[in-house]
Each structure stands twice: as C-alpha cells, then as structure tokens.
Nanobody, 128 residues
Framework: QVQLVESGGGLVQPGGSLRLSCAASRFTLDYYAIGWFRQAPGKEREGVSCISNSDGSTYYADSVKGRFTISRDNAKNTVYLQMNSLKPEDTAIYYC?????????????????????WGQGTQVTVAS
C-alpha cells in the first residue's frame, strides 16, 4: 500500500526547533513534488512549504519564511521540514503530501486537499 508517513512532531518551547520527516513507502518520491501542510484547531488547512522534483524550486508561506526550510533526500526517499524559531501559532497537525504533476510549487501549496497522496499527520505543539 502506498503511504506517506510523517514523524518528528512533538512539544517544544517557543523559540525551539523541530525537524519533521516525510518518508514514502512503496513508491519513489523522486518523481513527485512534495508539500508540507498544517491544520490548527478551528482553522483551514494551509500550505506551509512545497518543493519541486524537477528543479528543486521551493515555496514558503509568508508566516514561515526565514524560519522553516524544506529539503529532500531522494536517496532516503524522504523529505524534511526544518522548523526553527517556533512560535505558539505554529501549533498544528502537520501533513505531507505528494503530487505527480504540478504547475508551480506555489500552486501545489494552494492545493490543500487535492494532491495525490497524503500522510496521516504529526502533531506539533509550541508552548511553554
């Protein structure tokens, strides 16, 4: 069964860091653009960061620019989201998604429901 599995979430104090991982099972991420999305309680899901599979282009939501970094390691079939300087408003369930065909990484991050594969999510809580 094709799967995306997120890991690395947890409880962290404001200003702290976490690294999320998105690992693929039974398919190769090389051919897919990958995005990280998040959903906080009572809020709509939003695209946080996306990375293409072709030219490595990236997109970041304004709320995370300069603090989050997306990267991919095709040899490990894994995509990462390094999150630094975390804020309480970053608290959410974080999901990764894969899309075989995209126009731009920004467009992929706008597709909060319609990408090809989704993981089950990992909880990130930023609190003191």
């Amino acid at each position: 069964q094709v799967q995306l599995v997120e890991s690395g979430g947890g409880l962290v104090q404001p200003g702290g860091s976490l690294r999320l991982s998105c690992a693929a099972s039974r398919f190769t991420l090389d051919y897919y653009a990958i995005g990280w999305f998040r959903q906080a309680p009572g809020k709509e899901r939003e695209g946080v960061s996306c990375i293409s599979n072709s030219d490595g282009s990236t997109y970041y939501a304004d709320s995370v620019k300069g603090r989050f970094t997306i990267s991919r390691d095709n040899a490990k079939n894994t995509v990462y989201l390094q999150m630094n300087s975390l804020k309480p408003e970053d608290t959410a369930i974080y999901y990764c998604a894969a899309a075989l065909f995209i126009t731009t990484v920004q467009a992929m991050c706008a597709r909060t429901r319609l990408n090809d594969y989704w993981g089950q999510g990992t909880q990130v809580t930023v609190a003191s």
